[in-house]
């Protein structure tokens, strides 16, 4: 991967057999659609790092980042800019407070059925089938 590629961390938060999604209100091209809670790496932040900062920004609780699951995704940063990004989901485990909205239009906890169901930010949609095998459904 090329020094100046920006990495954009997604975190997989799975509890009871489902997978936290959240639903972007920002900017209004991506308004609505879906993604992972998470967002771009700071220069001299480890994407580990980056990780736990957004969930407490963007859901008001403290993560612990574990492995990635599948690989990087390249993706298209804003038009007219040369540098070159990728999405990078990391498993993330919950360890304090309940998710709340507060940056995006609204959460849900999907299970394995639902993935395939909502309108999802493009980058996202190769690790639907990863995801999709690590969510065991119960009871
Ligand atoms: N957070 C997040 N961003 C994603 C996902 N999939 C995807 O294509 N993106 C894109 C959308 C944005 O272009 C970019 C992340 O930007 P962001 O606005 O969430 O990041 P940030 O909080 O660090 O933003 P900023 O205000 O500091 O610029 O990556 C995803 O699953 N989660």
């Given at each position: ?70 690989v990087d ?47 999802w930010l ?18």
């Open positions: 991967m090329d020094r100046d590629t920006l990495i954009v961390v997604g975190a997989a938060i799975i509890r009871d057999g489902r997978i936290l999604a959240a639903q972007r209100a920002e900017p209004a091209a991506l308004h609505g659609r879906w993604e992972f809670p998470g967002g771009k790496v700071d220069p001299g932040e480890t994407p580990a790092d980056a990780l736990v900062r957004e969930c407490r920004e963007e859901l008001g609780v403290t993560v612990r980042a574990r492995e990635a699951i599948g995704v390249p993706f298209p940063t804003t038009p007219g800019r040369t540098r070159s990004a990728v999405l990078r989901l990391l498993r993330a485990d919950l360890i304090d407070g309940e998710p709340r909205a507060l940056e995006h239009l609204s959460l849900r906890w999907l299970t394995a059925a639902d993935l395939g169901t909502l309108d493009p980058a996202d949609v190769p690790f639907l089938d990863p995801i999709g095998a690590l969510l065991v459904p119960t009871g």
